[in-house]
């Protein structure tokens, strides 16, 4: 957020957050541009590669599921497999959490 006030300060009208995590400082940059009287449009890639994301997947395990299988795919995980396993189990697609993950390493 110290980085971003400065700009912020010069009466910006618009905010295009490029990465994923950036979003943590949507609210901030938002109540920011209220303070100081000076509304802020803030353009979150995060919700936009969160929908297509959604789809793909959505599409992906609809076809996995369709055959029986997952149809010999897998997904590739820079992380820890074992803790994007839990999050993907979380999430409301079903079958998803049948695919097969490998670590990526970057």
Same mark, same amino acid.
């Given at each position: 957020?110290?980085?971003?006030? @400065? ?19 949507? @609210? ?26 959604k789809k ?22 820079t992380g ?13 697609? @079903? ?12």
């Open positions: 957020y110290q980085y971003m006030a @400065p700009l912020l300060d010069e009466g910006m009208e618009a905010l295009v957050l490029g990465c994923t995590h950036y979003s943590l400082l949507a @609210p901030l940059a938002k109540m920011h541009g209220l303070m100081v009287g000076q509304p802020l449009t803030v353009v979150d890639s995060a919700w936009v590669f969160a929908g297509i994301l793909y997947i959505h599409d992906f395990t609809v076809v996995a599921h369709d055959s029986g299988g997952v149809n010999g795919r897998m997904m590739l995980v820890d497999t074992g803790l994007f396993k839990t999050t993907l189990a979380q999430l409301p697609l @079903p079958h998803c959490w049948e695919i097969p993950l490998k670590h990526w390493p970057v």
